[in-house]
Nanobody, 115 residues
Framework: QVQLVESGGGLVQPGGSLRLSCAAS????????MNWYRRAPGNQRELVAS???????YYVDSVTGRFTISRDNAGNTLYLQMNLLKPDDTAVYYC?????????WGQGTQVTVSS
């Protein structure tokens, strides 16, 4: 059974940092292309960052220079280091794993940036 479990969300003040984790099980993690998405209230789901199996990364413009995606293939874990957080970063953040025709999602973790 495939599971993706996100953790690390919470309430943080503007300018603060959080590190999200996504623990994967039931897949050969190192072969999967991994993504972080987010959905803010009233908005469409947005791709925030990607890290493919060969190490190539993508960031949406709004987080470039502030967020860093990384993975630990030995520990089957995906990370998203988020620095200089802004209120606009408030959303539920989801982990997504894709390989060939497979596409698995976590349940999401809430990130709230507010003073």
């Amino acid at each position: 059974q495939v599971q993706l479990v996100e953790s690390g969300g919470g309430l943080v003040q503007p300018g603060g940092s959080l590190r999200l984790s996504c623990a994967a099980s039931g897949i050969i993690f190192s072969t999967y292309n991994m993504n972080w998405y987010r959905r803010a209230p009233g908005n469409q789901r947005e791709l925030v960052a990607s890290l493919n199996h060969s190490g190539s990364t993508y960031y949406v413009d709004s987080v470039t220079g502030r967020f860093t995606i990384s993975r630990d293939n030995a520990g089957n874990t995906l990370y998203l280091q988020m620095n200089l957080l802004k209120p606009d970063d408030t959303a539920v953040y989801y982990c997504d794993a894709r390989f060939m025709g497979d596409d698995y999602w976590g349940q999401g973790t809430q990130v709230t940036v507010s003073s």
